[in-house]
Nanobody, 115 residues
Framework: QVQLVESGGGLVQPGGSLSLSCAAT????????MGWYRQAPGKQRELVAT???????NYANSVKGRFTISRDNAKNTVYLQMNSLSPEDTAVYFC?????????WGQGTQVTVSS
């Protein structure tokens, strides 16, 4: 059974940095695409960034130049380094990974940017 286990997140002041990680377990092959979505209170879940096993990345315009997604294919683990955080980045961040015919989600981790 595929599971995505997230870690990281928390409370940070505006301008600060946080990092998230997400490890996929129960998979015996390299997952092609992994990524992160986020959902702020009262808003729809939105794409933050994705990364393919080749290393190709895709970012939402709102995080370009501030967030960096990376991965370790051998561990099926994806990372999100978040810099220059602003209150608008406050949300629950979800790791996701399409595997075969299903899309799996992590449990979500809260990121709060506040002074």
């Amino acid at each position: 059974q595929v599971q995505l286990v997230e870690s990281g997140g928390g409370l940070v002041q505006p301008g600060g940095s946080l990092s998230l990680s997400c490890a996929a377990t129960g998979v015996t092959f390299v997952i092609y695409t992994m990524g992160w979505y986020r959902q702020a209170p009262g808003k729809q879940r939105e794409l933050v960034a994705t990364i393919a096993s080749s290393g190709n990345t895709n970012y939402a315009n709102s995080v370009k130049g501030r967030f960096t997604i990376s991965r370790d294919n051998a561990k099926n683990t994806v990372y999100l380094q978040m810099n220059s955080l602003s209150p608008e980045d406050t949300a629950v961040y979800f790791c996701y990974a399409p595997v075969v015919s299903r899309t799996y989600w992590g449990q979500g981790t809260q990121v709060t940017v506040s002074s």
